[in-house]
């Protein structure tokens, strides 16, 4: 049976692919209205929420005491997508990306401050390391940045953190993964219909194509890091969720026919190489846990 570290492990990384994919069809879908991306995104997520519960037979019963966190995990989502699509509207890709970037670190300090999640030194310099990975490949330069919409993309990584580390203590009181990624789609849907409603622009079959497919995406990614951060503490999974930055790349190549720079090139090193250092360590960690048993 594998371990549940390892399935963490797996799991973020394809939330990781299906958020780069979101990103993908985001851009595709062209110049329309941040409020209308942000909301497809999630009323598609909700009914394929929607379906796998019916599709598994899984009920809505959920435990009453659970949702205070709930709501929370859905408040910081929703907060934490308005910050991120308003950040990637009004300032260059490169800075808004980084500062939703900030998400897993935000992940990993709430986790050790809200479910006292213990996080040893060397786990802490290998998630730097992730970071000083990713600032090779995004190459954020706010010298022309306004402020408002910079200040917005850090508070949007925040509130992903906080978002996230609701979903590792609903997992930890053993709340359905399915249930939390309905709960949350739904309930952001809902606050984004009237600010749509508000901003509507009709699209084209294309873009309404790229939408529900980032909706799709977006589903898929919520399923995989909802499951990921259910099995597995923040310290030992959060680093992989770099990987987006790559699989980023690929899609970028081949879609938009981007190609990245030696920079992007050695962030890419960078970024591998500290997953592949905190996966070492924490086996190392688990090994010597379990060798006296």
Known sequence: MIDKKYRGIVYIIISAFCFALMNMFVKLSGDLP??????????????????????????????????????????????????????????????????????PFFVILFSFIILKEKLTLPQGLIVVGAFIGAVFVIKPDFSNAEWLPSFLGFIGGMCAGLAYTMVRYLGIRGEKGSFIVLFFSGFSAAVLL?????????????????????????????????????YSPAKEVSVYDYSQIIFAAGLGFFVFGDVPDLLSVVGYVIIVAMAIVMFAYNNKLWFFSHSGK
């Open 194 to 230: 009237p600010l749509m409603i508000m901003n509507f622009e009709m699209f084209t079959p294309f873009q309404l194509f790229a939408l529900l497919m980032a909706g799709v995406s977006a589903a898929g990614g919520q399923f995989a890091i909802t499951a990921a951060y259910t």
């Open 34 to 103: 941040t409020f209308e991306k942000a909301f497809f995104r999630n009323f598609v997520a909700f009914f394929v929420a929607l379906f796998m519960m019916l599709k598994d037979r899984k009920d809505f019963h959920f435990n009453p005491k659970n949702l205070p966190p709930l709501i929370l995990r859905s408040c910081f989502g929703v907060l934490g997508i308005i910050c991120n699509f308003y950040a990637i509207d009004h300032l260059v890709l490169s800075d808004a990306s980084i500062l939703n970037k900030m998400s």
